[in-house]
């Protein structure tokens, strides 16, 4: 007996608005095209389907069309690209939404935007991945305008930053911090590796956040310590080679130390070898630093470190010379070379 056409087609319906597999996400917002995240809207299109659609987003046009241009131009399977005129239009008719901003004010009025918009429904839940570097409890104060906004789990705000920089959006290579819900995971995974090539999940929202700034807060102080070891070896007439070989054959070995030595020379492929040009800026550096400062504040944790390191980078990027070069430049500040 053949089963009953209508009834077969109802079923398959209802099967497919009840699916979680996060193949269906095929309407994404990319909102905030800077060094970062124009490289990481251009590797999430490539990675779509032609099914699919990316809509766009700055306040920078000409990067939203230089972009959009570029996808179009090289598409070569990628998702559909749209250009949008506010964070709001971007977001109206998508299942994710992808925010990679500078500043906690830039993510509280893009989302502010976005929750006053009148949405349209969707056949899932939406998802919201801030790959922004704010403060955790920023972040926190948005995922809460999200559940607000969209309640009984219409909307989820996740924590996502990453770290690899520059270098490693245009690869596809960024390591991903995830802070979320165990239950949406697998559905956020799907989208970052599209990005990256590592996710690692943190804990609940604002987890992924509160693990990048205790990781960059960690960098802050290797980087200055590794600059003063290494003038105080040349200082002694060391070889700064030498002393680096010593050093990372040792107990002091570290990032800055092993990869991103701030010494000219001892590492051909630092920013140090190339006038300190390219790499983490001092810049973004400072940032960081200043937000797990805050962060710190608010969970009473004492930084015994934290206001001198401040100092040490707020007054080499003042020098002119470290002005907008790579985090490793204190070494320049310290030794006083040129």
């Known amino acids: 007996m053949k089963p009953n056409t209508r009834i077969w087609r109802q079923l398959l319906a209802q099967r497919r608005s009840f699916s979680t597999n996060p193949q269906r996400l095929d309407n994404y917002a990319f909102i905030g095209l800077g060094q970062m995240g124009y490289q990481m809207a251009r590797n999430l299109q ?24 570029e996808m179009k131009s090289q598409q070569a399977g990628g998702a559909a690209v749209l250009v949008s005129a506010s964070a709001a239009e971007a977001s109206i008719d998508t299942d994710t939404v992808i925010t990679c901003l500078p500043e906690p004010q830039h993510v509280k009025s893009a989302y502010e935007s976005i929750l006053r918009a ?12 801030d790959c922004s570097t704010i403060d955790p409890s920023s972040s926190r104060e948005v995922a809460a305008a999200v559940s607000s906004a969209l309640p009984n789990g219409q909307g989820h705000f996740v924590d996502a930053p990453m770290s690899g920089g520059v270098v490693g959006a245009t690869a596809g290579t960024l390591t991903f911090m995830l802070g979320a819900p165990d239950s949406l995971v697998a559905r956020i995974e799907t989208i970052l590796l599209r990005m990256g090539k590592r996710v690692l999940h943190c804990g609940p929202q604002g987890a992924g956040l509160s693990a990048k700034l205790a990781n960059n807060y960690l960098l802050a102080i290797e980087n200055i310590a590794t600059a003063e070891a290494m003038n105080l070896g040349v200082r002694w007439g060391l070889d700064p080679k030498v002393l680096a070989n010593v050093i990372n054959v040792s107990t002091g070995k570290c990032w800055p130390s092993e990869v991103n030595n701030p010494v000219p020379g001892v590492v051909e492929t630092s920013p140090a070898s190339r006038d ?22 608010e969970a009473d944790a004492k930084l015994t470190l934290a206001d001198k390191a401040s100092e040490v980078y707020e007054t080499t990027e003042a020098q002119e010379s470290c002005k907008g070069r790579d985090f490793s430049v204190v070494y320049r500040w310290l030794s006083g070379s040129k």
């Open 46 to 69: 490539a990675k779509l389907s032609p099914s699919d659609t990316v809509r766009l987003f700055d306040i920078n046009q000409g990067a939203v069309q230089r972009l959009a241009h």
């Open 118 to 129: 009148e949405l349209a429904s969707r056949s899932q839940p939406r998802l919201f991945i």
């Open 276 to 297: 300190y040009k390219g790499g983490f800026g001092i810049a973004l550096m400072r940032k960081d630093l200043k937000l797990a400062m805050l962060a710190a504040k």
